[in-house]
């Protein structure tokens, strides 16, 4: 009778291990990884409305019921309640410090014989941003965009320098930035720095240096009169940075300018309708 008594133990045993309480991370949603200082919520569901054990972060074992008050164990707070006639307990961290990364947090409902286990994962220190571009906007303005580093970033910090003189820092809750008061003829760098929920600064970027320069002289100028009131002329764009416009100035006893909207880099065509005042006509591009 002792042996039958041993076995019928052994097997209640296993069987209460089969059915034992389910541990899952709720607050941020799993694998959503927890952002340092955000809220946290972990969430036991027993098998029966029974008591459930929860063992803290740092080993601490205590018990509630499902009209139990709350408790406190380690890093967090637990409620509980009875929910379809089980008992449903919430492990609650109302700001998730760093030093809770990689720490278990257990709960069971068969007095401790096994627990369901969750290991947090709080963020690490965020990496530098990447793919860096810029687009020109006008003659002072440009717009600066990149891939986001990682999750848990608070904002970006723009660092900007023109002629290897810090000038000022910029914030920006968005992967990308307008810098609007850019002086022809200066050398500028620009440097972006993540900042996560908690303060920490990621890797600066790679210095990102912009010469910002007048358009170099047309060259290559040429013309031909087509009418008698009207030439042709055309000239190569020597430069690689995208032109806005041309001016042409037509110089007489009176002055006319024309404006000539062009966006690509290739030998270019216009023409001029010239008034009949029987002057001589000098031209500047």
């Given at each position: ?78 409620t509980a309640r009875l929910v379809d006639g089980v008992t449903v307990s919430y492990a609650t961290n109302e700001s998730v410090p760093v030093q809770l990364n990689g720490a278990n947090v257990r709960c069971s409902d068969d007095i401790g014989l096994t627990y369901s286990v969750v ?167």
């Open positions: 009778m002792a042996t039958t008594g041993i076995y019928w133990c052994l097997v209640l045993t296993e069987c209460l291990s089969l059915i034992s309480a389910s541990l899952v991370q709720t607050i941020p949603p799993y694998p959503t990884p927890v952002c340092p200082g955000d809220r946290l919520v972990l969430t036991c569901t027993a098998s029966t409305n029974g008591v459930v054990v929860w063992r803290g972060d740092s080993g601490t074992i205590r018990t509630i019921a499902s009209n139990g008050n709350p408790i406190t164990v380690d890093s967090f707070n637990i290991t947090i994962n709080v963020t690490d220190v965020p990496e530098a941003v990447s793919n860096v571009t810029i687009d020109l906007i006008n003659n002072s303005t440009l717009f600066i965009n990149w891939n986001m580093s990682a999750s848990c970033i608070d904002h970006y910090t723009v660092t900007i320098n023109s002629n290897n003189t810090h000038n000022e820092s910029r914030t920006t809750n968005n992967t990308n930035i307008t810098i609007d008061t850019l002086i022809i003829g200066t050398n500028y760098s620009f440097i972006i720095i993540p900042i996560d929920t908690i303060g920490r600064e990621g890797p600066p970027s790679s210095l990102i240096q912009y010469i910002w320069n007048v358009p170099a002289q047309a060259v290559n100028i040429s013309w031909d009169q087509i009418s008698t009131d009207s030439i042709t002329i055309w000239w190569t764009q020597m430069i690689i940075r995208t032109i806005l416009l041309y001016q042409c100035l037509l110089l007489s006893i009176t002055l006319l300018m024309y404006t000539i909207h062009q966006t690509v880099l290739y030998t270019i065509a216009i023409q001029l309708i010239l008034m009949l005042l029987l002057l001589d006509y000098f031209l500047l591009i």
